[in-house]
């Protein structure tokens, strides 16, 4: 299994041109902020002191989420990849068995996940360090890397379920360019999740990522919320809702309360890829 995690993650680097299209929705993102969004959200908060911080570490957030859900997914086409050209079936032939080749897939794509946030975070650290003099703490950076691995697990394993169906690179292509398209707007990126419509908070509330945007928002700015609004926590409880560091079921929800959240969802959907795959193993082997 090690030697197909190996495999996986070395075809997905050596496609230079591959690893940068699947950066090409964050790199959007990121250049959209710093053209056109940055300049009239800094105006809506210039009452605020330190907002330049504020707002470079919440599209930081939310672009390391649209980075590990579009990367991780561009490391599963390798998977679409072999069920087309059935090189999958060969792989079978060895010892390896289904329930363990899948999971090279999906670990593989983990790796892919965790390196490419790593890449874009170091960049976009980097960039607002020497613009706004950006700092992180070393507690936050841990957090981050941490988080990093969360995500980018989440990220997997709800792309699988997505494409379990899918085996034609064609059609794989297709939805990545919709899935790229559609999670800016479902992470809360081009638009604060409090300035939705009620329907499309629903629909943000009912996304996977989003609660990994708001993990990444509450580590990254707490340090900087906690100053600015030293002295009104209502005004940060309604400052949080609205630029979605926290998700509002009926009330904000705790940090707690959103890692429960995602480690069902984690959970769930890992099962929902495994468990047909399992069938599968317990076929074969008859």
Known sequence: ML???????????????GVLLSLLSAGIAFVLYLVFLKAGMHREWSQLPQTDQLLDS?????????TGIS???????????????????????????????????????TIVGIVM????????????????????????????????MISAGLATVVNALIIARIHTI??????????????????????????????AQTLVKLTPGSYAASLYRQVLMNDTLNTVFAHSSIAQNDFERLMGVRINW?????????????????????????IPVWRQQLQWRR
């Open 3 to 17: 030697a197909l995690i190996k495999r996986n993650c070395r075809l997905y680097f050596r496609n230079h041109s």
């Open 58 to 66: 919440w599209l930081i957030a939310g672009i390391l989420v649209l």
């Open 71 to 109: 990367t991780t997914l561009a490391g599963l086409g390798q998977l679409v990849s072999d069920r087309e050209r059935q090189v999958d079936r060969d792989l079978l032939l060895t010892d390896v068995g289904p329930v363990r080749l899948e999971l090279s897939y999906l670990v593989s794509a």
């Open 117 to 148: 946030q790593l890449a874009m975070f170091a960049g976009m650290w980097g960039y607002f360090s020497f613009t706004d003099g950006l700092r992180f703490s070393g507690a936050q950076l841990l957090d981050v890397v941490g988080l990093m």
């Open 170 to 199: 064609d059609n794989f292509g297709k939805l990545a360019t919709i899935i790229g398209t559609a999670t800016g707007f479902l992470v809360g990126l081009y638009l604060p999740v409090g300035s939705l419509p009620t329907a």
């Open 250 to 274: 009926s009330g904000l929800l705790t940090a707690s309360q959103t890692y429960q959240i995602i480690c069902y969802i984690l959970v769930s959907c890992l099962l929902l890829v495994l």
